[in-house]
């Protein structure tokens, strides 16, 4: 560069003006692992046996004492889809980290913990569902 010293650092220069793609698909992609996990604790939660309470005994409604099976292996299968999602957006985002001032989508960590963390609790309660 004219007028720098030959010792001088040489100052970088960003030439990025906007997101890319990758970057902008890393969030999409952390967004649908969110929506993949919220839609497995939903099944799990219509899957499981229903409470007796007062109403219920009042109207002597009969109460189903078991779960569902076919919506436990869907809520599974659906915690295992947002586990590959999470792989999928930390290899984008792993392309696009290769500058300081790149970081890693906090959004995507925290869907990655949460579904793993899901993913284990349930083959340790719901296992035997399956």
Known sequence: MPGQLPWQPRKLVERRKKQDWVV?????????GWLLAVVALLLIDRAS??????????LSVNIVGYWDRTLLRSAFAMTLASVVVC????????????????????????????????LVLFLVNYSRYL
């Not at 046996?49 to 009042?58: G, K, V």
């Open 87 to 118: 792989i999928v957006g930390f290899i984008f985002n792993a392309t696009r980290h290769r500058r300081k001032t790149d970081r890693y989508n906090k959004l995507l960590i925290s869907i990655c913990i949460v579904s793993v963390v899901l």
């Open 49 to 58: 046996p229903a409470q007796e309470n007062f109403i219920t005994r009042l």
């Open 24 to 32: 902008r698909s890393v969030t999409v992609v952390a967004s649908l």
